[in-house]
């Protein structure tokens, strides 16, 4: 790298490095290496945000709906007519 890092900024640098380069060979993609850090409206990040759902739904065996929305039958759209 030319210049010395702080260990904690240097393995950060790895890690982003490692990261960039599965998405360049197209081992991976740019969504899934980087979903968990993307910063929500309120601040919090993608990973903090789902971490307490996935422990909820871990612990009772079930699924959330994926649209609860639409669950409310008064919500839901008749794309019939």
């Known amino acids: 790298m030319g210049i010395s890092l702080p260990q904690p ?4 640098y790895l890690i982003v490095k490692a990261k960039l ?3 360049e060979t197209g081992i991976s993609t740019i969504e899934r290496e980087f979903f968990y850090d993307v910063v929500l ?3 919090k990040t993608v990973g903090e ?3 307490p759902q996935l422990e909820t ?3 009772s065996g079930d699924m959330p709906s ?3 929305e639409l669950e409310d039958k008064d ?3 008749n794309v019939c007519n």
């Open 9 to 12: 900024m240097e393995a950060l």
């Open 41 to 43: 409206p309120d601040g």
């Open 66 to 68: 994926m649209l609860p």
């Open 75 to 77: 919500a839901r759209i």
């Open 57 to 59: 739904v871990y612990q």
């Open 21 to 23: 380069e599965a998405v």
């Open 49 to 51: 945000w789902m971490a």
